[in-house]
């Protein structure tokens, strides 16, 4: 049963990308929407989604488990770098694009596209524990870097390494830990922005798709 309800989710996610990829090539929406669409859901949508798993909702984890899964993820995160840097080696490319593949199998799209897949399969409540995967992928200020300093740009600001979402989670951790409760006008509107998480992540991404040959 577990099965199938799992295929229903990624079947209503596969349909809302196929709404996007639809309007697109009905040249109801273009390129320049897209990018800011998405730069909304980034900073805007998935932090209320983040924040809305704590407000309200009973947490899957206590704080020692919380413990041992951001522990857990930033060892996932070392050994997805260890391979990436292996893979990157083994394969026959420049220095640039060694770093570039390095980079692919280093971090995963574990915010835009993970965030809005865990809330539609298991809940909100465990977007939570999704969340804290947004710590060591913020190490991606260090990739950043890399590529940059190929262009003469190596530095990273201090406003790229806090990015929305791990600002987000952040916030989620200390309401978590510390119990904090919210005004009810606050956490509804949190709710209310989160719910729009999902469709227009899947719509962004129907829109993307339909620009590749």
Avoid: Y
Wanted: net charge positive; aromatic share 8%; proline share 4%.
């Amino acid at each position: 049963m577990a099965g199938w309800v799992a295929l229903e989710k990624m079947v209503m996610l596969v349909l809302l990308m196929l709404v996007g990829f639809a309007a697109a090539k009905a040249q109801w929406v273009d390129s320049a929407f897209s990018q800011k669409t998405s730069r909304l859901v980034a900073n805007v949508f998935i932090v209320a989604t983040i924040l809305s798993s704590v407000v309200g909702v009973q947490p899957l984890l206590t704080g020692g488990e919380m413990a041992v899964v951001v522990a857990a993820v930033f060892v996932l995160f070392a050994i997805a770098g260890v391979l990436g840097w292996v893979c990157a080696r083994l394969l026959p490319l420049s220095q640039g694009d060694r770093t570039a593949a390095w980079l692919s199998v280093f971090f995963m799209n574990n915010v835009f596209v993970g965030f809005p897949v865990v809330e539609a399969l298991f809940g909100e409540s465990a977007v939570f524990c999704a969340s804290l995967t947004t710590l060591p992928f913020n190490l991606f200020s260090l990739g950043v870097s890399r590529l940059r300093a190929g262009q003469g740009q190596g530095r990273v600001t201090l406003r790229e390494v806090f990015s929305p979402a791990l600002v987000g989670t952040l916030a989620a951790m200390v309401i978590f830990l510390l119990h904090i409760p919210l005004p009810a006008l606050v956490g509804d509107t949190i709710k209310t922005l989160s719910g729009a998480t999902v469709p227009l992540s899947m719509i962004v991404i129907g829109i993307s798709l339909s620009r590749v040959p």
